[in-house]
């Protein structure tokens, strides 16, 4: 029997001052997703700089940046398009998880 693979999709427009703590509990999860994927929509804010240098060469986390702002819908398809698992989690750039991830797991940091 094959275990599933887990994907957090994760996705920001100009959440620079809350994407890398949104991240950061997808990563700090006590079931560790096998996948993160950041979709950015072509945040105007310095959100791409931020990803690209704390991110970058992550193993654990793919960064995406779409070239046109196409909306929460948009980043998601892109998301799941690119996504090899086979559960997804959805995020918002500017909420968390708590450690034990599940439905009583999402908090937001703004809170």
């Given amino acids: 029997m094959?275990?599933?693979?887990?994907?957090?999709i994760i996705d920001t427009y100009n959440h620079?001052?809350?994407?890398?703590?949104?991240?950061?509990?997808?990563?700090?999860?006590?079931?560790?997703?096998?996948?993160?994927?950041?979709?950015?929509d072509a945040s105007t804010d310095k959100s791409r700089s931020i990803l690209q240098e704390r991110y970058g060469d992550h193993e654990r986390v793919d960064l995406i940046f779409r070239s046109s702002n196409g909306g929460q819908l948009?980043?998601?398809?892109?998301?799941?398009?690119?996504?090899?698992?086979?559960?997804?989690?959805?995020?918002?750039?500017?909420a968390g998880l708590s450690p034990r991830r599940g439905p009583q797991g999402h908090y937001n940091p703004r809170s």
């Fill in 16 to 40: 620079e001052r809350f994407v890398c703590d949104a991240i950061e509990s997808a990563l700090t999860q006590t079931l560790p997703f096998d996948e993160i994927l950041v979709i950015d």
């Fill in 2 to 8: 094959s275990l599933l693979k887990t994907t957090c």
């Fill in 74 to 94: 948009a980043c998601i398809q892109s998301g799941v398009l690119a996504s090899t698992g086979d559960i997804c989690c959805f995020l918002d750039g500017e």
